[in-house]
Each structure stands twice: as C-alpha cells, then as structure tokens.
C-alpha cells in the first residue's frame, strides 16, 4: 500500500445516461505512487467511470454523476471548482490520438499558454522541450517542432498527447485505452513511458488488454456491468482474485 493518502477517492459512485445506470456504487481510491489499471469487457463502465474522475461526462448531455470525488479531499463536483482548472490537474490522454491541427510545439504549448504558466517565451520553450522530453518524443522531434502534430505516426501522435497532457503540469494522468489503435512497437513505447512517469504523477489506464494492465500496472480494478467486482494490487487480481466473475473473465471465459 501506499504511504501517502490516496490522490483520488471515489466514494459511491453512480452514473446514468439518461435512463441507462452505467455505473452502479462504484467505491475505489487512486494512489499518487502507483499505476492503477481498470480492466473488464466492453461496455463494462471503466471508461465511463474513468471520465468522472475529471468532469468529462459534463460534456455529455444526458449524464448524471451522483456520488462524491475527491482530488487532495476537495470535492471535484463541488459548484466552486474550475473545471478548466480541473482538467489541468487532471489530464486525459484518449484512446485515438488527437493532436491538435497544429505545429508539434503549438501542440505541447497551447496548454500552458492559455494557463499563464510561462512569464516568457524562453521559459515556454523550456516547458515545450521538457514536457516532449518526459513523453519520449524529443529526440524524435527535436528539429522538426513546427512541423505539424497531425503529421507524426499514431504511435508519436500518442506520446505527443502524452506531452500535451503534461506540459500545463497535471497531478494526474488518465490514460483511455491509449494503446488500442496503435501496433505492438508503439504500444511498448507507451508502456515504458507509463513506468516512466509512474510516481511523478498518479495515473490510471483504461485497458481492455489484460498482458497490458498486468505489465504497466501495481493495482487493477475490475469492473463488470457498471460494478466494481473486485480492487487490489495487481499480482493478486492476477494470480489469486477472490471473486468468481474475476477468476472467469481473467481466464477467458468471458469478455
């Protein structure tokens, strides 16, 4: 277990869209020193429950969040919290890669920009460069930052998102199946830039590959329809789970 307190706690948590229960009482903490993946089959609600983490179901129309998040102890749904703030301290990266139709530095740079974490322009050049340093693109892209980002093959488009997501300086990373439209190189790209970064902030994967949540992961959580079947440190849900409906779907039966 971790030392510190948990980054995220999610307690009771429900959401509908529209009539649909998508998720149903779902209680988990997200530590700041660990890897936490959510695996279960499709439709099963990880990544619904993944975009409560940072308010992106406010963007859909028919979703209703009930329950309480908390990002540090403040309630992230509370009506005082910035939810621009918010999705700065905690970044998204998506399953398909979405670089914005812009100059790969334009990409890392617009973040910090827009939230005034530069004072000059060489510092904002310090920040481009760090933040493609940490998400294993610089030497790639080193002499080509005005290039544009839509440019770069999917897996670098991934890393360049990655960079994205880290240059405005997030607590915490939620990462959507990041690797599921990219081919096995890119994958394991990604994949050593999680246990790269692991530590420095908290970060939980969506995966629907199991090799993939027990390779980068320290805790996995299982959901099935809407329901967390079963939470802990990762080699246990893997070797030994307590629940028959994890057993079963770890070993194939379903999913």
């Known amino acids: 277990m971790s030392n510190h307190p948990p980054k995220i706690t999610a307690t009771h948590v429900n959401v509908w869209y529209g009539a649909k229960k998508a998720i149903d009482d779902v209680s988990i903490d997200i530590d700041q020193d660990s890897v936490t993946a959510l695996i279960g089959p499709s439709g099963c609600g ?17 979703a209703r969040v009930q329950g309480d998040i908390r990002l540090d102890g403040e309630d992230i749904y509370s009506p005082d919290m910035d939810v621009v703030q918010l999705r700065a301290r905690v970044g998204m990266v998506f399953q398909k890669p979405n670089p914005f139709p812009k100059s790969i530095y334009e990409n890392v740079a617009y973040g910090p920009r827009i939230h005034g974490l530069a004072s000059s322009r060489s510092e904002l050049e310090g920040i481009v460069q760090t933040s493609l340093k940490r998400a294993g693109l610089w030497e790639e ?4 930052l005005s290039d544009s980002g839509t440019a770069l093959s999917g897996g670098q488009q ?10 405005v300086d997030p607590e915490v990373i939620l ?16 994949e050593e830039l999680i246990h790269a970064l692991k530590g420095r902030y908290a970060i939980a994967i969506v995966t629907h ?4 949540a027990a390779r980068v992961s320290q805790r996995t959580a299982f959901f099935h329809l809407g329901q967390l079947v079963e939470y802990g440190a990762t080699t246990e849900i893997f070797t030994n ?9 770890i070993t194939g039966r379903y999913g």
């Open 175 to 190: 990462m959507d199946e990041p690797c599921s439209a990219l081919d096995p190189i890119a994958t394991a790209k990604i």
């Open 241 to 249: 789970p307590r629940e028959e409906r994890t057993r079963d779907y």
């Open 158 to 167: 991934q890393r360049l998102c990655i960079a994205r997501a880290i240059a």
């Open 209 to 212: 590959n199991m090799q993939q």
């Open 46 to 62: 990880k990544s619904t429950f993944l975009r409560t983490l940072n308010r992106m179901n406010d963007t859909v129309a028919n």
């Open 141 to 144: 892209v080193k002499d080509r």
